[in-house]
């Protein structure tokens, strides 16, 4: 093994090889249809543990029965909701492939256009892989 002394260059030399420190990227969106509605956003959450839907949507789906839940839950303005129930088992389409997903339905203000919320358990159903350099 050959041996390399280390001068004033030394440093230079090592920074130039680090990666560039780039911005925050931000949110994220995906495009996701169901069964009944197509052409919908959902934004992924890496800090959220469970998938979210507004009570809006759940009525326009038509989906099965709420399973009754007693959790609570704190939202991102720090107000305090109890969802009106979890959807198990729901299936939505990203791209090609249809994933089940369980979402608890909260009835709250969202935007018509991005209303679901996606956790990491969707992202570990969907074995999803993450590259937010672009």
């Not at 009570?55 to 839950?73: H, V």
């Not at 492939?97 to 358990?121: C, E, N, W």
Request: glycine content about 4%; proline content about 7%; overall charge negative.
């Amino acid at each position: 093994m050959a041996q390399t002394s280390l001068n004033e260059h030394c440093p230079a030399v090592l920074l130039k090889k680090l990666p560039e420190n780039l911005r925050d990227p931000g949110k994220f969106l995906i495009p996701c249809d169901f069964l009944s509605m197509s052409e919908c956003l959902a934004l992924v959450d890496l800090g959220a543990s469970i998938n979210l839907m507004p009570f809006f949507l759940w009525k326009r789906l038509s989906l099965l029965d709420l399973i009754p839940t007693c959790m609570t839950l704190e939202l991102a303005d720090r107000s305090i909701s109890r969802p009106v129930g979890v959807a198990k088992d729901v299936y939505v389409k990203v791209g090609s492939f249809h994933f089940p997903a369980d979402f608890v339905v909260v009835d709250f203000d969202a935007d018509p256009r991005v209303p679901l919320i996606l956790g990491r358990s969707f992202l570990k159903t969907g074995r999803a892989l993450i590259d937010v350099f672009e």
